[in-house]
């Protein structure tokens, strides 16, 4: 029998920890953490360390985001996989999050098989991350830096089509597969990555419809 993967829980919320075991522990090694600070001391130290981290927004000792906009989120984002749950859902704070590294963005209450499908669809795609994705991404000759995983999907996608356009359903499909996502999760994706491009000259358009396209904003 293969060794469970490691997940670790931020979650003060004992009846919450309560519905995790329920839809995880079959499937899963989980260790639990009801504040920040015991969560960074094991983060830092490197050893043991979770395949994914799945954070409720809101803890004892402050707000997961803060510890994300720190330097040590880093340890965190570039080599781990996370999930963040809140009951919230204000958009700004989902810009902030999938800006932070979020791999996704899940509200309160959610389903039993949608947090298990998303988890499960996480791991596979960051276990063959090295084989199916490139650091970079390169658009007329410009190379572009410093995208995330599905932010590299998503122009990779725009290059696919000859006239670089694609739609909602075309992206969710090629970028989501069949996890379920937020129904803010692209606006956020498209966002974040729109910021990225603009210094390289390049912008993503909305042209109606649920379609969206790549376009230079320089005029020749």
Same mark, same amino acid.
């Given at each position: 029998?293969?060794?469970? !993967?490691?997940?670790?829980?931020?979650?003060?919320?004992?009846?919450?920890?309560?519905?995790?075991?329920?839809?995880?522990?079959?499937?899963?090694?989980?260790?639990?953490?009801?504040?920040?600070?015991?969560?960074?001391?094991?983060?830092?130290?490197?050893?043991?360390?979770?395949?994914?981290?799945?954070?409720?927004?809101?803890?004892? %000792?402050? !707000?997961?985001?803060?510890?994300?906009?720190?330097? @040590?989120?880093? /340890?965190?984002? !570039?080599?781990?996989?996370?999930? @963040?749950?809140?009951?919230?859902? %204000?958009? /700004?704070?989902?810009?902030?999050?999938?800006?932070?590294?979020?791999? %996704?963005?899940?509200?309160?209450?959610?389903?039993?098989?949608?947090?298990?499908?998303?988890?499960?669809?996480?791991?596979?795609?960051?276990?063959?991350?090295?084989?199916?994705?490139?650091?970079?991404?390169?658009?007329?000759?410009?190379?572009?830096?410093?995208?995330? &995983?599905? &932010?590299?999907?998503?122009?990779?996608?725009?290059?696919? !089509?000859?006239?670089?356009?694609?739609?909602?359903?075309?992206?969710? %499909?090629? @970028?989501?597969?069949?996890?379920?996502?937020?129904?803010?999760?692209?606006?956020?994706?498209?966002?974040?990555?729109?910021?990225?491009?603009?210094?390289?000259?390049?912008?993503?358009?909305?042209?109606?419809?649920?379609?969206?396209?790549?376009?230079?904003?320089?005029?020749?």
């Amino acid at each position: 029998m293969s060794a469970k !993967n490691k997940l670790w829980i931020l979650e003060d919320d004992k009846g919450c920890q309560f519905v995790y075991e329920q839809i995880l522990n079959h499937d899963f090694d989980i260790k639990y953490f009801d504040n920040i600070s015991s969560f960074k001391t094991s983060i830092s130290a490197k050893k043991d360390l979770p395949a994914m981290v799945i954070a409720d927004l809101m803890l004892t %000792d402050g !707000n997961f985001l803060n510890y994300l906009t720190q330097e @040590v989120h880093e /340890e965190l984002g !570039n080599e781990i996989p996370f999930i @963040v749950v809140s009951s919230s859902d %204000d958009i /700004e704070t989902l810009r902030q999050c999938f800006k932070e590294g979020a791999n %996704d963005y899940i509200t309160k209450p959610f389903k039993k098989n949608e947090l298990l499908v998303k988890v499960e669809t996480i791991l596979r795609g960051n276990k063959s991350l090295t084989k199916s994705l490139k650091p970079k991404v390169t658009i007329d000759g410009k190379v572009i830096e410093n995208l995330t &995983q599905k &932010q590299i999907k998503l122009v990779e996608l725009f290059l696919d !089509n000859d006239e670089r356009v694609a739609d909602r359903e075309t992206i969710i %499909d090629n @970028v989501w597969g069949k996890t379920i996502v937020h129904p803010k999760t692209l606006d956020v994706h498209l966002y974040n990555l729109r910021r990225k491009l603009h210094p390289y000259g390049f912008m993503i358009k909305s042209v109606g419809g649920g379609k969206w396209t790549l376009l230079s904003d320089r005029l020749d």
